[in-house]
């Protein structure tokens, strides 16, 4: 898949560098090159694939999804926030740079995935209908949201229901919205069912974030492990032991093949993607 | 002009409420109803009207500039930009919140700008007009290069020129689409004039603050008064003196009348918005 990989970075590259000079885009191009798997933009491309519609003239839909996610990246590792010195193992913006270009970088992120969508040669409703999708799925009642209940849970135990519900808004929001946007595209009949398997494939990705916090180690995962345990935080593991943690996610990985069997496309393209998640080491 | 701030404020609040509850909704509603002259909505409302257009339909577009403004102003006055604690009188929001929750609150009325038109009832095209236009203005190179340059050069000298290129991102671009989105909606053939006017004002509206800054007292300014001595900023002020800040305030004034008198429009809508800006005591 480095091919799309490579796409994207083009493509990402390309824009970034149509933006005015100075310090906040060294931080923004700086963060969006910082090494991430872009697991987002390739179930965007996957997705299309799946349905055999050529990505290519998708590629800056694939972008801005990557922009939104390193901007959340990039405000949540600020001092105020997760106050993280190290992402993807190299300095997080704010560290290589300083605060306030990192919230502007951020900022700016966001802002130009907007940008970024509007400038694309589509139709305007379907510009319209992407930018629904990706911005309720970024907005106040989808990640953000989720990001305020991960706060409020930091002093308040939470219920395996409760840290199930922040992480469909916090993780899951944005990771079904990739699937979203490409049936939006190739098959809007096919939104439902496709929202649901980006759902699951996000809480197995959580599921096996907080497995790796505990089972891996700091080397091959970037960032300090055992972070959740020091912070006091409430993960699958926590609540549910790391064997049973296992078990829910071999479980949920049966669920996301069903839900990827319940469609009428190229099985094998998002079966590959779901195996990327589950059995990420880092 | 109340019955239209009125009719913001309402229209704002009534958006917010839809958006999930907790305390970054809280921090988004404390700030945008922390007392704001909602001088850009009012610009883009008799933009419209002096073009003898319903501005009613539009009112969303008019709470999008104002999340976007109020979004910028929560975010410069963190400790990490401006560390300011008051902002119009009352606790700025970090203050009355937490650092945290500003920094999402910020994000989030950026995120539901954007949302705001795209739930709104007009042709798709427009929806995408307005967007570029707004988004533009707010991006990486309008509104955040504008605040780039400004935080470097309080560790550097700027020429009148550099002030210049400072403001008319920092400031000028979020008041400039003002009329620009008026345009594009009434009369989309004066929108270049518009921006030159909208430009104008924004220029005038600096210069004022600096004014200000030195001429009024901390209790009708809402803030600090003299705190860009104290912060040892250029401005037109520092520059010029205060008198000839002053003169070059009263050619701005002419050269406004003469951009709004070169449309074919009612002319003393924005003529009471230029006497706004110019002669407003905060």
Known sequence: MNQYINEVNECLMDYLHTLKPGKVREAMIYSVSAGGKRLRPLLFIQGLRSYSVDYRPYLKIACAIEMVHTYSLIHDDLPAMDDDDLRRGIPTCHKQFDEATAVLAGDALLNEAMNIILTMDLDDSLKVKICQLLFKASGASG???????????????????ELKDIHHHKTGCMIAV?????????CPTDIDKLSKLGFDMGL????????????????????????????????????LGLEKAQDYLKDLYEECLQDIYALSINHGLLIDMLNKIIKRVS
Chains 1, 2 share one sequence.
């Open 143 to 161: 990640m953000i949201y989720g990001q305020q209940q991960d706060m409020y849970y930091e002093n308040h135990n939470a219920s395996i229901n």
């Open 204 to 239: 197995a990705f959580q599921i096996q974030d907080d497995i790796l916090d505990v089972t891996s180690s700091t080397e091959v995962l970037g960032k300090p492990v055992g972070s959740d345990i020091d912070n006091n935080k409430t993960t699958y593991v926590s609540l």
């Open 178 to 186: 990739c699937l979203e946007c490409a049936g939006m595209i190739a």
